[in-house]
Every structure is written in structure tokens, then in C-alpha cells.
């Protein structure tokens, strides 16, 4: 199982859902050495340790052999992750590429047992469409840019819509990984959901920086009381934030170059710090209303020094509060929470910077009111960029064109 080479920027997920679903001609296949290639089963795919797929059955000269296909990019991938030295190789009867640049010399490829596997390349076979389109993914832009003609706006929409709902899911796993489980539900909570808004104060470069200082303030600023006012408590958390002698929030460091002023670290942990009072100091069941009220009490009880600015506060509830709502629901089996974090979700509008939109329109397609949300950045992020093609609707819609 490998990543792909090194001159090639995303994973192998593409080049594997081809070989899996036979998006290529499985006509005249032959070898680099010329052998005839028929698939009878491209085998299993492999989630752990290993060649990609498993049990294959090929027939290569009339000979059908039983084993494991392997995946690369380029054959060059085999040797960078080191094949040859694990047992586990012994088994490929195929050794699959989409293209070969001869960028190893013939026969520097082996298993572990000293032979060399039979190389198939499968640019060749791959139907046009499609070959443009994995090829485009190698380089800036939308991979399905100069395909415009067989994509319709529909397919966009469907895709955008597909990626606003993971991008929900998304920010429920990431937050999860903030959730101390040792601690009661009410306490748990309101921890990894203070974590999730202090780790988006942090953005763009100091994230790292402001978990630690979560995880600071939360061990050391002792239980927050009536008579800490949010002022006296802030003044103590932003000692602990910048000269408390933390030695290891001194070495992780805190960025300011080049900032504008609204996002330099002093402003965004006195903000911080605030919201970790108020969240603190509202009452648990403020946060079982399926209204949803309770992210405005919170804003109402900020002073106006350290509240959020408009931008950001609808980044915070939108992408924090309501998935960490939607994950209290969960907790406590209340299907009206999770309807109405969701829902305010689904019908998110707006918000989504220029540089997000660019791409999109600059390949043909028309941002609206159905793709005008966080969803998009989501699909630009880890659809697009990542290269994960086979898994977006356009991409779907292009290549039966």
C-alpha cells in the first residue's frame, strides 16, 4: 500500500478506483514484455498492510495466475516504498501504472524474492475522457476544467451538496478528537467544544498554538466562580498565553508576521478566553434547547473588546456550534437537537470567500444560492485538490459524456 510517487501530489485513490471498477478497456491488454493480459478478477481492495488488491485471478500467455495487484503511478513508486523488502509483495502476479516514463532502470523493480512482477500500463487503454482528466489532476486548477462541455450545472449542485453534508461530518470527527471521555457528559462537551472554537481563533497559523493554550487554561485556571468577573479571568488567561514561562507553548510559538491586526494572537486569545468563560458560566441546560439559543447568550455576555468580529463569529457558530450541538444531541439521544443543528446546517448561504469561488467559476461553473456554502471549500479542499475525482458527481457525469 503506498501513496503514490513523489512527483505526483495526491494519493493513488483515483488510479485504484479504475483498476476496481475496469474504467478502461479490458481489450488487447498486454504487458510490457508483451505478454497477452486477461482479467478474470481484479481482486479485492486492501484497507491495511500490503499490495492493493488481493486475490486477484489474471490469465497472462493462456497461464492464469492467483494473487495480489499492485498500484502505482509510475513503476518508480515500487522502489521508493521499499516493496522489495517486505514478504507481503511475494504475492503480486501484476504490477499495475498509469503511465511508465522509464524513470527506473528495467528490472530495478522486484519482490522481495528476487523476480520481477509483470508490469501492465494502463494509459493506453484508458478511455480519453477520462485519461484527460486524471492527467489534469497532476497540475493546478479543477481537474475537470477542460472538460466543461460534458458537465452540467445539476452535477455541480448534487456534488456541492454531497460535500456540504461531509464537510458536516467532517467537523463532527475533528472535534471528536477533543472529547475526554473520562470526564461527565456536561464537562466533556463543553471541553472539546471550547477546544474546536480556540483551535478556529487560531487559523491561520496558530492553531497549534491556541489547542495548547486550551489545554492550559483548562488544567490551571482553577474552577471559574461568580465572583471572577470575565475581565479578571481573560487578564489570567492571557498571563498563562504569553508569560506564564510555558516552555512548550514557548518552542510551538506564537505567529503575528504579516497579520492583520484582528487575527494576531493577543487579540484572538483574549477572545478565546472570553468564550471559554461564557461557555463555562451558561447553564448546561441552556445547550439542550432545540432552538438553539444558546450560541446568542453567549454572544450577549461577551464584552464588546473581546467578542468575535462578524466574519468570524458566523464561522464559529456555523463550522463549531452547530456540529458540536448536533454531536450533544447524539450524546443524549435527543433527535430535536440533531434536526435542528442539521438543519441550520443544510440551509447555510453565503460566507464563501473569493478565492474559494475562483476556480469554480473560472472553469464555467455558476455560483448560486446552492452552492454558495461552506460546503464549497470542502469540495475545493479535499475533493479537488486532493484529487479524489472518482468520488464527486461532476467527475461521474464527465466521463459517461
Not at 473569493?354 to 452552492?371: D, H, L
Request: aromatic share 10%; glycine share 8%; net charge positive.
Amino acid at each position: 500500500m503506498s501513496s503514490g510517487a513523489n512527483s505526483y501530489p495526491y494519493d493513488e485513490s483515483l488510479l485504484q478506483w479504475i483498476w476496481q471498477n475496469l474504467e478502461f478497456s479490458t481489450q488487447n491488454l498486454r504487458t510490457q514484455c508483451g505478454k497477452s493480459v486477461t482479467i478474470i478478477y481484479q481482486g479485492k481492495r486492501n484497507s491495511g498492510e500490503g499490495p492493493d488488491f488481493s486475490g486477484a485471478s489474471i490469465v497472462m500467455d493462456s497461464l492464469e495466475y492467483h494473487g495480489d495487484v499492485e498500484l502505482h503511478i509510475r513503476p518508480g513508486g515500487w522502489v521508493e516504498h521499499k516493496h522489495e523488502n517486505s514478504v507481503l509483495y511475494n504475492r503480486v502476479v501484476l504490477h499495475v501504472v498509469f503511465e511508465d516514463k522509464q524513470e527506473v532502470r528495467s528490472g530495478a523493480v522486484k519482490r522481495p524474492d528476487g523476480t520481477s512482477p509483470p508490469l501492465l500500463v494502463l494509459k493506453p487503454y484508458v478511455q480519453k475522457t477520462l485519461q484527460h482528466l486524471f492527467e489534469k489532476s497532476q497540475v493546478r486548477g479543477l481537474p475537470c476544467s477542460g472538460h466543461i462541455q460534458f458537465i452540467n450545472q445539476s452535477a455541480f449542485e448534487k456534488q456541492v451538496e454531497k460535500a456540504h453534508k461531509s464537510y458536516f461530518e467532517y467537523k463532527i470527527a475533528e472535534l471528536l478528537k477533543h472529547y475526554p471521555a473520562q470526564l461527565p457528559i456536561p464537562d466533556a462537551w463543553r471541553y472539546l467544544f471550547t477546544a474546536g472554537l480556540f483551535e478556529t481563533l487560531g487559523i491561520p497559523r496558530n492553531r497549534k498554538a491556541m489547542l495548547h493554550f486550551h489545554r492550559e487554561l483548562a488544567t490551571n485556571a482553577g474552577d471559574i466562580t461568580e465572583q471572577d468577573s470575565i475581565q479578571r479571568f481573560v487578564e489570567k488567561a492571557q498571563y498563562i498565553a504569553f508569560s506564564g514561562g510555558d516552555e512548550d507553548l514557548e518552542k510551538i510559538g506564537w505567529e503575528s508576521t504579516g497579520m492583520r491586526p484582528a487575527s494576531r494572537p493577543a487579540k484572538r486569545a483574549g477572545q478565546a478566553a472570553a468564550l471559554f468563560y461564557t461557555v463555562n458560566q451558561l447553564p448546561f441546560k441552556q445547550y439542550l434547547d432545540p432552538e438553539l439559543s444558546s450560541w446568542n447568550k453567549i454572544m450577549e455576555m461577551l464584552p464588546a473588546e473581546h467578542k468575535p468580529g462578524g466574519q468570524m463569529e458566523k464561522i464559529l457558530r456555523q463550522t463549531i456550534f452547530l456540529p458540536a450541538e448536533y454531536l450533544l444531541g447524539d450524546l443524549l439521544h435527543s433527535a430535536r437537537i440533531k434536526s435542528a443543528a442539521y438543519s441550520e446546517w443544510r440551509s447555510i448561504c453565503g460566507g464563501v470567500p473569493p478565492e474559494v469561488q475562483k476556480p469554480f467559476s473560472s472553469s464555467g461553473f455558476e455560483i448560486n444560492q446552492k452552492t454558495k456554502k461552506p460546503g464549497l471549500a470542502h469540495q475545493l479542499k479535499r475533493y479537488c485538490r486532493a484529487g479524489k475525482c472518482h468520488q464527486c458527481e461532476v467527475f461521474k457525469k464527465a466521463i459517461c459524456s
